[in-house]
């Protein structure tokens, strides 16, 4: 056996993790940047919560407020450029994944005189600053993973970068922040969560210690499944949509995800479909294209979510979110060719063409 497992976020779980460990910042210099969305952090609770620490250890703070949805490239070279105008000391980034990972890269830009589409190069002379991570998602578990998704117009998809250095060095997980969300962006995240288990567990880069993990976020999801088909979520559930969030976030922080991931920027980015929903279209049909080569592995997730087979799934995901959307012949080559563009195709089980991809897309249409 031989593998490498890297995980340095200090990760704090439970409710008034904030206000009970915020005192940890004070390592981490005198100015702060809060990264945030237009809405979440202040509807979540989360900024009242942070300006509270922060005032108390006498910390100031700039709120960059004006990070998109899939942010781009431009998006965060403005933060960069803020962030360097400012002289912050450290990054705070409050949000779904979008500004989770939108921090990341303000980090890096804040002490690397650089280009955003330069952040692809994962490579940086010096070193970012420290970045702290407070989800309001329970979904794309960026809080523990290095990963910054950036989408980047020139390519008409979206990139990753990350070293180890772009681990935030604190997650504050608080499900009570989770609690603010729409419905629809609760369902679509933790359906994220569940595609990062699956697809890390089906990676051909999975290890022992990732697939435990993977295991036991895909276990949660099958605890709550009911809850999010009928919308009645309570504290508890949103505990475990966040752990199994987390979890998903560790699992993809070593393997990378796949052709899920890769082919669901495609809805995204042309049809502007969020993030986790757009995975969710794709999973059925990525277990079965799968199943040759992954039998005991997807009958035991099948398993662990309590369904008797992969058309079970299928139903699972479509009554959270309905079908795919139909796509012209001329969309479907253009997004598989793009997909085939993406690294983490390779990291899929079973070696995939262009034409599997297209097969995909194919078949999951309404
Ligand atoms: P998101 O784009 O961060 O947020 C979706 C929407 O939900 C936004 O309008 C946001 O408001 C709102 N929202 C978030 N939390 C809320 C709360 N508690 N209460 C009310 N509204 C709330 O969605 P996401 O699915 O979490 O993140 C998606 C992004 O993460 C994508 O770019 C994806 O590629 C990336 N991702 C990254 C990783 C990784 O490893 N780094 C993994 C998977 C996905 P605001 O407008 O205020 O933000
Ligand atoms: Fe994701």
Do not use: W
């Not at 070193?127 to 117009?153: D, F, H, Q």
């Amino acid at each position: 056996m031989q593998f490498k497992f890297h995980m340095p976020v200090k990760a704090y779980f439970g409710e008034g993790c904030v206000k009970q460990y915020g005192s940890e910042l004070e390592a981490f210099g005198k100015k702060a940047m809060i990264v945030t969305g237009g809405s979440s952090a202040k509807t979540s609770g989360a900024l009242d919560d942070i300006c509270e620490v922060l005032k108390s250890l006498n910390i100031d703070h700039m709120i960059f407020d004006k990070v998109e949805n899939n942010p781009s490239t431009a998006n965060v070279g403005e933060g960069g450029a803020a962030a360097r105008r400012y002289g912050a000391g450290f990054v705070i980034g409050i949000g779904g994944g979008s500004p989770l990972d939108a921090a990341k890269a303000i980090a890096v830009l804040a002490t690397n005189d650089i280009e955003a589409d330069e952040l692809f190069d994962n490579s940086f002379k010096n070193k970012p600053l420290t970045t702290i991570a407070i989800p309001t998602t329970a979904g794309t578990g960026s809080e523990v993973t290095p990963y910054s998704v950036l989408t980047r117009n020139e390519a008409q998809t979206k990139g990753s970068f990350g070293t180890p250095d772009t681990f935030p060095a604190i997650a504050f997980l608080d499900p009570v922040y989770t609690e603010t969300q729409p419905a629809a962006v609760t369902v679509n995240t933790a359906i994220d969560a569940l595609s990062h288990c699956i697809e890390g567990y089906l990676s051909n880069r999975s290890t022992p210690a990732s697939d435990i993990l993977a295991q036991e976020g895909i276990r949660l999801f099958g605890e709550c499944k009911e809850h999010l088909q009928n919308g009645a979520i309570s504290r508890e559930v949103r505990g475990k949509l966040l752990y199994a969030s987390m979890l998903g976030g560790m699992v993809i922080a070593q393997t990378g995800t796949t052709i899920v991931h890769g082919a669901g920027y495609n809805y995204t980015y042309f049809k502007n479909i969020p993030h986790g929903r757009a995975n969710g279209y794709l999973m059925a049909e990525y277990l079965r294209f799968n199943y040759s080569h992954g039998a005991e592995k997807t009958d035991n997730v099948l398993a662990l979510l309590g369904l008797a087979d992969i058309n079970g799934f299928d139903a699972l995901i479509a009554s959270l979110i309905g079908r795919a959307p139909g796509l012209s012949d001329a969309e479907i080559s253009k997004y598989a060719a793009i997909t085939m563009s993406q690294r983490s195709t390779t990291y899929n089980i079973r070696p995939v063409q262009a034409q599997d991809i297209e097969d995909i897309f194919r078949k999951v249409q309404a």
